[in-house]
Protein backbone atom coordinates (compact mmCIF):
# COMPACT_ATOMS: atom_id res chain seq x y z
CA UNK A 1 0.00 0.00 0.00
CA UNK A 2 1.47 3.25 -0.78
CA UNK A 3 -1.09 5.48 -0.06
CA UNK A 4 -0.65 7.22 3.41
CA UNK A 5 -4.18 9.04 3.62
CA UNK A 6 -7.31 8.37 1.98
CA UNK A 7 -10.05 11.52 1.80
CA UNK A 8 -13.33 10.54 -0.08
CA UNK A 9 -15.93 13.38 0.06
CA UNK A 10 -15.56 14.89 3.92
CA UNK A 11 -17.74 17.34 4.80
CA UNK A 12 -17.85 19.58 7.75
CA UNK A 13 -20.63 22.17 8.60
CA UNK A 14 -20.61 24.72 11.71
CA UNK A 15 -24.12 25.59 11.77
CA UNK A 16 -25.23 26.99 8.20
CA UNK A 17 -21.46 27.59 7.17
CA UNK A 18 -19.41 24.88 5.55
CA UNK A 19 -15.92 23.97 6.37
CA UNK A 20 -14.89 21.40 4.45
CA UNK A 21 -17.31 20.87 1.28
CA UNK A 22 -17.10 17.50 -0.21
CA UNK A 23 -13.06 17.45 -0.51
CA UNK A 24 -11.14 14.28 -1.83
CA UNK A 25 -7.75 13.59 -2.26
CA UNK A 26 -4.70 11.07 -1.52
CA UNK A 27 -1.58 11.62 0.45
CA UNK A 28 1.32 9.12 -0.34
CA UNK A 29 3.57 7.63 1.42
CA UNK A 30 6.86 9.19 2.04
CA UNK A 31 5.85 12.28 0.82
CA UNK A 32 5.64 16.04 2.03
CA UNK A 33 2.07 17.10 1.30
CA UNK A 34 1.28 20.72 1.82
CA UNK A 35 -2.78 22.03 2.24
CA UNK A 36 -2.50 25.83 1.55
CA UNK A 37 -5.68 27.92 1.37
CA UNK A 38 -6.22 31.24 2.78
CA UNK A 39 -7.79 32.16 6.50
CA UNK A 40 -10.93 30.40 7.27
CA UNK A 41 -10.50 27.79 4.09
CA UNK A 42 -10.39 24.79 5.89
CA UNK A 43 -7.37 24.02 6.19
CA UNK A 44 -7.37 23.63 9.55
CA UNK A 45 -11.05 21.83 9.97
CA UNK A 46 -9.45 19.24 7.70
CA UNK A 47 -6.57 18.54 9.78
CA UNK A 48 -8.70 18.29 12.86
CA UNK A 49 -10.80 15.80 11.52
CA UNK A 50 -7.84 13.55 9.73
CA UNK A 51 -6.40 13.45 13.11
CA UNK A 52 -9.65 12.67 14.92
CA UNK A 53 -10.10 15.85 17.38
CA UNK A 54 -13.56 16.01 15.64
CA UNK A 55 -15.58 14.28 13.62
CA UNK A 56 -17.03 14.99 10.06
CA UNK A 57 -20.59 15.31 9.17
CA UNK A 58 -19.84 13.45 6.09
CA UNK A 59 -17.64 11.14 4.05
CA UNK A 60 -14.89 9.08 5.10
CA UNK A 61 -10.91 9.34 5.61
CA UNK A 62 -8.21 6.66 6.32
CA UNK A 63 -5.19 7.33 7.76
CA UNK A 64 -1.83 4.45 7.43
CA UNK A 65 -5.19 2.71 6.17
CA UNK A 66 -7.07 3.40 9.97
CA UNK A 67 -10.61 5.18 9.48
CA UNK A 68 -10.53 7.72 11.32
CA UNK A 69 -13.93 7.24 12.44
CA UNK A 70 -13.74 3.67 13.36
CA UNK A 71 -10.05 2.56 14.71
CA UNK A 72 -9.31 6.33 16.15
CA UNK A 73 -6.94 5.00 18.42
CA UNK A 74 -4.97 3.42 15.99
CA UNK A 75 -4.92 5.88 14.00
CA UNK A 76 -3.67 8.15 16.28
CA UNK A 77 -0.60 5.87 17.98
CA UNK A 78 1.34 5.89 14.53
CA UNK A 79 0.57 10.44 14.41
CA UNK A 80 3.02 12.68 15.10
CA UNK A 81 0.75 16.12 15.67
CA UNK A 82 2.12 19.51 15.88
CA UNK A 83 -1.36 21.97 16.11
CA UNK A 84 -1.46 24.89 15.25
CA UNK A 85 -1.80 26.73 18.62
CA UNK A 86 1.31 26.39 21.30
CA UNK A 87 0.06 23.37 23.71
CA UNK A 88 2.95 22.47 25.64
CA UNK A 89 1.83 22.37 29.50
CA UNK A 90 3.40 25.45 30.50
CA UNK A 91 3.62 24.12 34.29
CA UNK A 92 5.20 21.27 33.48
CA UNK A 93 8.91 21.15 32.54
CA UNK A 94 10.15 19.92 28.92
CA UNK A 95 11.01 16.75 29.88
CA UNK A 96 7.85 16.40 32.07
CA UNK A 97 5.64 17.36 28.76
CA UNK A 98 7.34 14.66 27.03
CA UNK A 99 7.20 11.64 29.28
CA UNK A 100 3.54 12.80 29.64
CA UNK A 101 3.03 12.51 26.12
CA UNK A 102 5.28 9.48 25.95
CA UNK A 103 3.05 7.93 28.78
CA UNK A 104 -0.03 8.26 26.36
CA UNK A 105 1.50 6.97 23.37
CA UNK A 106 2.54 3.90 25.68
CA UNK A 107 6.28 4.51 24.77
CA UNK A 108 7.96 2.21 27.50
CA UNK A 109 9.81 4.08 30.02
CA UNK A 110 13.64 3.34 28.84
CA UNK A 111 12.52 4.69 25.15
CA UNK A 112 10.73 7.39 26.52
CA UNK A 113 13.63 8.82 28.10
CA UNK A 114 16.78 7.76 25.43
CA UNK A 115 14.01 9.46 22.85
CA UNK A 116 13.40 12.73 24.35
CA UNK A 117 17.12 12.89 24.98
CA UNK A 118 17.66 13.06 21.66
CA UNK A 119 15.27 14.92 20.51
CA UNK A 120 15.59 17.80 22.94
CA UNK A 121 19.44 17.26 21.79
CA UNK A 122 18.19 17.92 18.50
CA UNK A 123 16.35 20.91 19.31
CA UNK A 124 18.86 22.45 20.97
CA UNK A 125 16.63 22.10 24.82
CA UNK A 126 18.21 19.64 26.14
CA UNK A 127 20.27 22.06 28.80
CA UNK A 128 16.72 23.62 29.69
CA UNK A 129 15.08 20.55 30.29
CA UNK A 130 14.10 20.64 33.56
CA UNK A 131 12.79 24.37 33.26
CA UNK A 132 9.05 25.39 33.39
CA UNK A 133 7.89 25.90 29.94
CA UNK A 134 6.27 28.98 31.07
CA UNK A 135 9.67 30.58 30.46
CA UNK A 136 10.14 28.89 26.90
CA UNK A 137 10.09 31.63 24.24
CA UNK A 138 7.83 30.98 21.47
CA UNK A 139 10.53 29.67 19.19
CA UNK A 140 11.56 27.27 21.96
CA UNK A 141 8.14 26.33 22.67
CA UNK A 142 7.41 25.18 19.20
CA UNK A 143 10.68 22.97 19.03
CA UNK A 144 9.48 21.25 22.43
CA UNK A 145 6.27 20.77 20.66
CA UNK A 146 7.39 19.35 17.59
CA UNK A 147 9.75 17.33 20.08
CA UNK A 148 6.06 15.93 21.76
CA UNK A 149 4.97 14.84 18.36
CA UNK A 150 8.23 12.68 17.84
CA UNK A 151 8.40 10.69 20.86
CA UNK A 152 6.50 7.85 19.52
CA UNK A 153 8.11 7.70 16.07
CA UNK A 154 5.13 8.31 14.17
CA UNK A 155 4.99 7.13 10.59
CA UNK A 156 2.87 10.34 9.31
CA UNK A 157 3.49 13.88 10.46
CA UNK A 158 0.49 16.34 10.96
CA UNK A 159 1.85 19.88 11.69
CA UNK A 160 -0.51 22.82 11.19
CA UNK A 161 1.41 26.08 10.17
CA UNK A 162 4.53 24.76 11.98
CA UNK A 163 6.42 28.09 11.86
CA UNK A 164 3.88 30.49 11.95
CA UNK A 165 5.28 33.35 13.60
CA UNK A 166 8.87 31.84 14.49
CA UNK A 167 12.03 33.65 14.68
CA UNK A 168 14.43 32.69 11.61
CA UNK A 169 16.55 30.16 13.57
CA UNK A 170 13.28 28.07 15.09
CA UNK A 171 11.60 28.11 11.89
CA UNK A 172 14.95 26.59 10.07
CA UNK A 173 15.93 24.03 12.55
CA UNK A 174 12.11 22.57 12.21
CA UNK A 175 12.46 22.95 8.32
CA UNK A 176 15.71 20.78 8.30
CA UNK A 177 13.91 18.56 11.32
CA UNK A 178 10.62 17.78 8.97
CA UNK A 179 13.13 16.77 5.89
CA UNK A 180 15.32 14.60 7.66
CA UNK A 181 12.33 12.99 9.18
CA UNK A 182 10.71 12.62 5.51
CA UNK A 183 14.31 11.42 4.10
CA UNK A 184 14.22 8.48 7.03
CA UNK A 185 10.66 7.59 5.84
CA UNK A 186 7.64 9.75 8.03
CA UNK A 187 5.09 11.43 5.65
CA UNK A 188 4.51 14.64 6.06
CA UNK A 189 1.07 16.06 6.19
CA UNK A 190 1.72 20.10 6.54
CA UNK A 191 -0.41 23.38 5.94
CA UNK A 192 1.09 26.47 5.86
CA UNK A 193 0.45 30.12 5.09
CA UNK A 194 3.99 30.47 3.58
CA UNK A 195 4.15 29.54 -0.14
CA UNK A 196 8.37 29.83 0.32
CA UNK A 197 8.44 27.03 2.69
CA UNK A 198 5.53 24.92 0.45
CA UNK A 199 7.83 25.40 -2.33
CA UNK A 200 11.07 24.64 -0.88
CA UNK A 201 9.39 21.39 1.27
CA UNK A 202 6.72 20.05 -0.60
CA UNK A 203 6.54 17.29 -2.68
CA UNK A 204 2.85 17.89 -3.89
CA UNK A 205 0.38 20.55 -2.73
CA UNK A 206 -3.63 21.08 -2.24
CA UNK A 207 -4.74 24.22 -2.58
CA UNK A 208 -8.22 24.99 -0.63
CA UNK A 209 -10.31 27.63 -0.68
CA UNK A 210 -13.69 27.91 0.77
CA UNK A 211 -13.85 24.45 1.77
CA UNK A 212 -13.03 23.03 -1.48
CA UNK A 213 -9.86 21.80 -3.29
CA UNK A 214 -9.05 24.18 -6.30
CA UNK A 215 -5.98 22.39 -7.33
CA UNK A 216 -3.44 19.61 -6.36
CA UNK A 217 0.09 18.82 -8.05
CA UNK A 218 3.85 19.48 -7.69
CA UNK A 219 4.63 22.74 -7.02
CA UNK A 220 6.49 23.22 -10.31
CA UNK A 221 3.53 21.59 -12.63
CA UNK A 222 1.19 23.98 -10.66
CA UNK A 223 3.62 26.57 -12.10
CA UNK A 224 3.51 25.35 -15.40
CA UNK A 225 0.09 25.09 -15.55
CA UNK A 226 -0.99 28.81 -14.62
CA UNK A 227 1.13 29.67 -18.01
CA UNK A 228 -1.17 32.54 -18.29
CA UNK A 229 1.02 34.10 -15.19
CA UNK A 230 4.34 34.02 -17.07
CA UNK A 231 6.37 36.72 -17.63
CA UNK A 232 9.40 38.60 -18.77
CA UNK A 233 11.04 41.33 -16.87
CA UNK A 234 13.66 44.10 -19.32
CA UNK A 235 14.88 46.91 -17.86
CA UNK A 236 16.29 49.52 -20.38
CA UNK A 237 19.07 52.45 -20.17
CA UNK A 238 16.49 54.65 -20.13
CA UNK A 239 12.72 55.33 -19.69
CA UNK A 240 10.10 53.63 -21.95
CA UNK A 241 6.85 54.63 -22.59
CA UNK A 242 4.34 51.50 -20.91
CA UNK A 243 1.55 52.55 -23.26
CA UNK A 244 3.95 51.36 -26.35
CA UNK A 245 5.18 47.98 -24.72
CA UNK A 246 1.41 47.16 -23.79
CA UNK A 247 0.77 47.39 -27.17
CA UNK A 248 3.52 44.47 -28.13
CA UNK A 249 1.76 41.58 -29.38
CA UNK A 250 1.40 38.57 -26.65
CA UNK A 251 1.06 41.09 -24.32
CA UNK A 252 -1.08 41.02 -21.42
CA UNK A 253 -0.29 43.51 -18.68
CA UNK A 254 2.69 45.57 -18.22
CA UNK A 255 3.70 47.00 -14.68
CA UNK A 256 6.27 49.02 -13.44
CA UNK A 257 8.58 47.75 -10.73
CA UNK A 258 11.33 50.44 -10.13
CA UNK A 259 13.71 50.74 -12.95
CA UNK A 260 12.31 47.55 -14.56
CA UNK A 261 9.10 46.46 -16.47
CA UNK A 262 7.16 42.80 -16.15
CA UNK A 263 5.55 41.87 -19.23
CA UNK A 264 3.10 39.14 -18.42
CA UNK A 265 2.60 37.19 -21.50
CA UNK A 266 1.29 34.12 -23.35
CA UNK A 267 4.97 33.27 -24.82
CA UNK A 268 7.85 34.50 -23.13
CA UNK A 269 10.07 33.85 -26.04
CA UNK A 270 7.98 35.27 -29.07
CA UNK A 271 7.96 38.12 -26.32
CA UNK A 272 11.60 38.32 -26.10
CA UNK A 273 11.89 38.91 -29.56
CA UNK A 274 8.78 41.66 -30.15
CA UNK A 275 11.23 43.44 -27.02
CA UNK A 276 14.49 43.03 -28.79
CA UNK A 277 12.50 44.36 -31.93
CA UNK A 278 11.11 47.35 -29.76
CA UNK A 279 14.06 48.21 -27.81
CA UNK A 280 16.06 48.43 -32.32
CA UNK A 281 13.29 50.23 -33.35
CA UNK A 282 13.55 52.79 -30.28
CA UNK A 283 16.99 52.78 -30.10
CA UNK A 284 16.90 51.74 -26.72
CA UNK A 285 19.60 49.60 -25.10
CA UNK A 286 17.97 46.28 -23.05
CA UNK A 287 20.12 46.36 -19.95
CA UNK A 288 18.72 43.26 -18.24
CA UNK A 289 15.90 40.75 -19.56
CA UNK A 290 14.59 37.67 -17.29
CA UNK A 291 11.58 35.23 -18.04
CA UNK A 292 9.77 34.67 -14.72
CA UNK A 293 8.26 31.51 -14.13
CA UNK A 294 5.26 32.19 -11.94
CA UNK A 295 5.86 31.88 -8.39
CA UNK A 296 3.75 29.64 -5.91
CA UNK A 297 2.29 32.56 -4.73
CA UNK A 298 1.18 33.77 -7.88
CA UNK A 299 -0.21 30.56 -8.52
CA UNK A 300 -2.07 30.35 -5.27
CA UNK A 301 -3.34 33.80 -5.93
CA UNK A 302 -4.58 33.43 -8.90
CA UNK A 303 -6.28 30.22 -8.23
CA UNK A 304 -7.79 31.29 -4.66
CA UNK A 305 -9.25 34.26 -6.51
CA UNK A 306 -10.44 32.03 -9.71
CA UNK A 307 -12.25 30.34 -7.33
CA UNK A 308 -13.71 33.02 -5.35
CA UNK A 309 -15.11 34.51 -8.74
CA UNK A 310 -16.58 31.12 -9.45
CA UNK A 311 -14.24 30.19 -12.71
CA UNK B 1 -10.62 -10.69 20.96
CA UNK B 2 -11.82 -10.46 24.38
CA UNK B 3 -8.14 -10.59 25.35
CA UNK B 4 -7.27 -7.81 22.77
CA UNK B 5 -10.35 -5.91 23.74
CA UNK B 6 -9.06 -6.58 27.73
CA UNK B 7 -5.47 -5.77 26.81
CA UNK B 8 -6.62 -2.23 25.10
CA UNK B 9 -8.65 -1.26 28.00
CA UNK B 10 -5.26 -2.33 30.67
CA UNK B 11 -3.28 0.46 28.05
CA UNK B 12 -6.05 2.58 28.58
CA UNK B 13 -6.63 2.51 32.39
CA UNK B 14 -2.27 2.96 32.35
CA UNK B 15 -2.59 5.66 29.90
CA UNK B 16 -5.29 7.54 32.55
CA UNK B 17 -2.86 7.45 34.85
CA UNK B 18 -0.68 9.46 32.90
CA UNK B 19 -3.56 12.18 33.22
CA UNK B 20 -3.62 11.78 37.16
CA UNK B 21 0.48 12.22 37.59
CA UNK B 22 -0.04 15.45 35.16
CA UNK B 23 -3.08 16.82 37.35
CA UNK B 24 -1.64 16.58 41.10
CA UNK B 25 1.82 17.88 39.26
CA UNK B 26 -0.33 20.89 37.67
CA UNK B 27 -3.37 21.51 39.58
CA UNK B 28 -3.04 19.91 43.14
CA UNK B 29 0.44 20.14 44.61
CA UNK B 30 0.05 24.00 44.25
CA UNK B 31 0.10 25.24 48.35
CA UNK B 32 -3.15 27.13 48.23
CA UNK B 33 -5.04 24.47 46.97
CA UNK B 34 -3.77 22.37 49.76
CA UNK B 35 -4.87 25.12 51.92
CA UNK B 36 -8.05 25.57 50.97
CA UNK B 37 -8.89 21.97 51.06
CA UNK B 38 -7.78 22.15 54.69
CA UNK B 39 -9.10 25.38 55.65
CA UNK B 40 -12.16 25.53 53.89
CA UNK B 41 -14.14 23.25 55.41
CA UNK B 42 -12.44 23.69 59.38
CA UNK B 43 -13.56 27.12 58.97
CA UNK B 44 -17.30 26.67 57.60
CA UNK B 45 -18.16 23.88 60.33
CA UNK B 46 -16.46 26.55 63.22
CA UNK B 47 -19.05 29.25 62.26
CA UNK B 48 -22.04 26.94 62.45
CA UNK B 49 -21.13 25.46 65.98
CA UNK B 50 -18.95 28.09 67.69
CA UNK B 51 -21.34 29.35 70.79
CA UNK B 52 -23.08 26.00 70.41
CA UNK B 53 -22.08 23.24 73.02
CA UNK B 54 -21.09 20.69 70.73
CA UNK B 55 -18.18 17.87 71.38
CA UNK B 56 -15.71 16.97 69.31
CA UNK B 57 -17.11 13.60 68.81
CA UNK B 58 -20.35 15.29 67.09
CA UNK B 59 -17.59 17.44 65.12
CA UNK B 60 -16.38 15.36 63.62
CA UNK B 61 -18.71 13.51 61.02
CA UNK B 62 -19.77 16.79 59.72
CA UNK B 63 -16.14 17.85 59.45
CA UNK B 64 -14.98 14.81 57.51
CA UNK B 65 -17.89 15.09 55.46
CA UNK B 66 -16.83 18.17 54.36
CA UNK B 67 -13.06 17.49 54.09
CA UNK B 68 -14.10 15.12 51.75
CA UNK B 69 -16.86 16.93 49.64
CA UNK B 70 -15.01 19.72 49.63
CA UNK B 71 -11.16 18.30 48.69
CA UNK B 72 -13.08 15.94 46.23
CA UNK B 73 -14.84 18.90 44.13
CA UNK B 74 -12.24 21.49 44.67
CA UNK B 75 -10.32 21.42 41.15
CA UNK B 76 -12.12 18.81 39.00
CA UNK B 77 -14.63 21.29 37.80
CA UNK B 78 -11.99 24.16 36.60
CA UNK B 79 -9.86 21.27 34.74
CA UNK B 80 -11.34 21.16 31.93
CA UNK B 81 -11.96 25.06 30.90
CA UNK B 82 -8.16 25.05 31.61
CA UNK B 83 -7.05 23.12 29.65
CA UNK B 84 -9.30 24.24 26.58
CA UNK B 85 -8.13 27.93 27.12
CA UNK B 86 -4.30 26.66 27.24
CA UNK B 87 -5.08 24.86 24.33
CA UNK B 88 -3.46 21.35 25.50
CA UNK B 89 -6.93 19.50 25.76
CA UNK B 90 -6.52 20.03 22.06
CA UNK B 91 -3.04 17.73 22.64
CA UNK B 92 -4.54 15.58 24.94
CA UNK B 93 -7.99 14.47 22.62
CA UNK B 94 -5.15 14.19 19.37
CA UNK B 95 -3.50 11.48 21.83
CA UNK B 96 -4.49 8.27 21.48
CA UNK B 97 -6.16 7.92 24.56
CA UNK B 98 -10.28 7.44 25.04
CA UNK B 99 -12.27 10.36 26.65
CA UNK B 100 -13.63 7.99 28.68
CA UNK B 101 -9.70 7.48 30.00
CA UNK B 102 -9.19 11.19 29.93
CA UNK B 103 -11.79 11.85 32.57
CA UNK B 104 -11.25 8.96 34.57
CA UNK B 105 -7.65 9.88 35.02
CA UNK B 106 -8.89 13.55 36.14
CA UNK B 107 -11.43 11.47 38.47
CA UNK B 108 -8.63 9.39 40.03
CA UNK B 109 -6.53 12.64 40.43
CA UNK B 110 -9.29 14.34 42.75
CA UNK B 111 -10.24 11.25 44.30
CA UNK B 112 -6.04 10.59 45.43
CA UNK B 113 -6.54 14.23 46.46
CA UNK B 114 -9.73 14.46 48.39
CA UNK B 115 -7.88 10.88 50.38
CA UNK B 116 -5.32 12.72 51.68
CA UNK B 117 -6.62 15.63 52.98
CA UNK B 118 -9.54 13.78 54.66
CA UNK B 119 -6.32 11.93 55.98
CA UNK B 120 -5.93 15.53 58.19
CA UNK B 121 -9.38 15.35 59.93
CA UNK B 122 -8.91 11.88 60.75
CA UNK B 123 -5.47 11.86 62.29
CA UNK B 124 -6.28 15.46 64.41
CA UNK B 125 -9.82 13.54 65.53
CA UNK B 126 -7.65 10.33 66.77
CA UNK B 127 -5.44 13.13 68.13
CA UNK B 128 -7.56 14.51 70.04
CA UNK B 129 -8.79 11.01 71.67
CA UNK B 130 -12.56 10.77 69.53
CA UNK B 131 -13.17 6.94 69.20
CA UNK B 132 -14.14 5.64 66.19
CA UNK B 133 -16.06 2.54 66.70
CA UNK B 134 -16.57 1.17 63.53
CA UNK B 135 -13.38 1.92 61.23
CA UNK B 136 -13.96 -0.58 58.10
CA UNK B 137 -17.87 1.73 57.91
CA UNK B 138 -15.21 5.09 58.39
CA UNK B 139 -12.67 4.06 55.86
CA UNK B 140 -14.97 2.48 53.03
CA UNK B 141 -17.34 5.18 53.47
CA UNK B 142 -14.23 7.92 52.98
CA UNK B 143 -13.13 5.84 49.92
CA UNK B 144 -16.56 5.63 47.74
CA UNK B 145 -17.41 9.19 48.91
CA UNK B 146 -14.40 10.59 47.79
CA UNK B 147 -14.39 8.66 44.61
CA UNK B 148 -18.17 9.71 44.49
CA UNK B 149 -17.68 13.36 44.91
CA UNK B 150 -14.23 13.15 42.75
CA UNK B 151 -16.68 11.91 39.79
CA UNK B 152 -19.37 14.83 40.77
CA UNK B 153 -16.85 17.46 40.04
CA UNK B 154 -15.85 15.95 36.63
CA UNK B 155 -19.35 15.84 35.99
CA UNK B 156 -19.63 19.35 37.23
CA UNK B 157 -17.72 20.62 34.15
CA UNK B 158 -19.50 19.52 31.40
CA UNK B 159 -21.51 22.34 30.44
CA UNK B 160 -21.80 24.71 29.28
CA UNK B 161 -18.33 23.98 27.11
CA UNK B 162 -16.49 27.06 27.88
CA UNK B 163 -13.00 27.61 28.58
CA UNK B 164 -13.52 30.08 31.59
CA UNK B 165 -12.70 28.47 34.79
CA UNK B 166 -14.13 30.98 36.58
CA UNK B 167 -17.81 30.32 35.30
CA UNK B 168 -17.63 26.79 36.10
CA UNK B 169 -16.35 27.19 39.60
CA UNK B 170 -19.37 29.31 39.85
CA UNK B 171 -21.77 27.21 38.88
CA UNK B 172 -20.54 24.37 40.95
CA UNK B 173 -20.42 26.77 43.64
CA UNK B 174 -24.30 27.12 42.91
CA UNK B 175 -24.51 23.49 42.82
CA UNK B 176 -22.03 22.26 45.97
CA UNK B 177 -23.08 24.87 48.53
CA UNK B 178 -26.87 24.31 48.71
CA UNK B 179 -25.80 20.43 49.13
CA UNK B 180 -23.94 20.82 51.88
CA UNK B 181 -26.61 22.35 53.75
CA UNK B 182 -28.91 19.93 52.97
CA UNK B 183 -26.85 16.99 53.78
CA UNK B 184 -26.87 16.30 57.72
CA UNK B 185 -23.55 18.46 57.95
CA UNK B 186 -24.38 21.20 60.59
CA UNK B 187 -27.32 19.30 62.14
CA UNK B 188 -28.57 15.30 61.91
CA UNK B 189 -30.68 13.89 59.61
CA UNK B 190 -33.30 12.64 62.56
CA UNK B 191 -33.17 16.13 63.88
CA UNK B 192 -34.34 17.57 60.40
CA UNK B 193 -38.42 17.86 59.44
CA UNK B 194 -39.75 15.49 57.51
CA UNK B 195 -39.62 17.90 54.38
CA UNK B 196 -36.01 18.22 55.23
CA UNK B 197 -35.44 14.41 55.58
CA UNK B 198 -36.69 14.17 52.22
CA UNK B 199 -34.31 16.90 50.57
CA UNK B 200 -31.84 15.49 52.27
CA UNK B 201 -32.17 11.98 50.93
CA UNK B 202 -31.33 13.27 47.69
CA UNK B 203 -27.97 14.13 48.13
CA UNK B 204 -25.00 11.86 48.35
CA UNK B 205 -22.86 13.50 51.03
CA UNK B 206 -25.95 12.99 53.64
CA UNK B 207 -25.39 9.09 53.23
CA UNK B 208 -21.56 10.09 53.94
CA UNK B 209 -21.80 11.97 56.95
CA UNK B 210 -24.60 9.70 58.43
CA UNK B 211 -22.13 7.02 58.00
CA UNK B 212 -19.29 8.92 59.50
CA UNK B 213 -21.79 9.60 62.26
CA UNK B 214 -22.34 5.67 62.78
CA UNK B 215 -18.73 5.16 62.63
CA UNK B 216 -17.98 7.42 65.60
CA UNK B 217 -21.47 6.70 67.75
CA UNK B 218 -23.21 3.49 66.73
CA UNK B 219 -26.14 5.28 65.35
CA UNK B 220 -27.14 6.46 62.34
CA UNK B 221 -30.66 7.34 60.26
CA UNK B 222 -30.16 5.30 57.51
CA UNK B 223 -28.08 1.76 58.07
CA UNK B 224 -24.76 0.88 56.81
CA UNK B 225 -25.62 -1.09 53.76
CA UNK B 226 -28.14 1.51 52.95
CA UNK B 227 -25.56 4.32 53.03
CA UNK B 228 -22.68 2.16 51.25
CA UNK B 229 -25.24 0.88 48.47
CA UNK B 230 -26.81 4.82 47.72
CA UNK B 231 -23.40 6.03 48.08
CA UNK B 232 -22.47 3.44 44.90
CA UNK B 233 -25.16 4.37 43.24
CA UNK B 234 -24.50 7.55 43.22
CA UNK B 235 -20.90 7.00 42.00
CA UNK B 236 -21.68 5.10 39.31
CA UNK B 237 -24.06 7.71 38.32
CA UNK B 238 -21.51 10.06 37.98
CA UNK B 239 -18.97 8.14 37.06
CA UNK B 240 -20.84 7.02 34.07
CA UNK B 241 -23.00 10.32 33.35
CA UNK B 242 -19.38 12.26 33.28
CA UNK B 243 -17.79 10.45 30.80
CA UNK B 244 -21.16 9.72 28.63
CA UNK B 245 -21.90 13.47 28.52
CA UNK B 246 -18.15 14.42 28.10
CA UNK B 247 -18.22 12.58 24.86
CA UNK B 248 -21.08 13.97 23.85
CA UNK B 249 -20.01 17.78 24.66
CA UNK B 250 -16.44 17.75 23.94
CA UNK B 251 -16.41 18.20 20.50
CA UNK B 252 -17.84 21.34 20.65
CA UNK B 253 -15.36 22.98 22.40
CA UNK B 254 -13.26 22.47 18.76
CA UNK B 255 -15.95 24.32 17.24
Known amino acids: MSIAVTVNNLTKHYGDIIAVDHIGFEVKKREIFGFLGPNGAGKTTTIRILTCIIKPDGGTATVMGYNIEKEPLNAKQIMGIVPEMSNAYIDLSAWNNLMLIGELYGVPKKQRVERSEKLLKQVDLYERRSQLVRGFSKGMKQRLILCMALINEPTILFLDEPTSSLDVESARLIKDMIRELNKTGTTVFLTTHNMEEADQLCDRIAIINHGQIVAIDTPENLRLKSSSLQSIEVSFDRAVNMDDLARISCVKQVKKLGDKVKLYVDEPSEAIDHVADYARSHNLRIITLNTMAPSLEDVFLNLTRKNMRGE | ?255
Open chain 2, 1 to 255: MILSSFAVFLEQIKRSFAITKKDIRIYYSKGPVVVFGLIFPLFLLLAFTIGRNVSAKELFPGLIGMAVFFTATSVGPAILPWEARSKTLERLVCSPISVWAIFFGDILASFIFGMLISLVPLIVALAIGVEIMDLLALVSGVILATFCFASLSVLLSVYPPTDIPSTVMMLSSLIKFPLVFISGVFVPIEQLPEWGRIVASASPLTYFTDLARYSISGTSFYSVPVDLAVLTVFTLLFLVGSVKLHERFLPQRFS
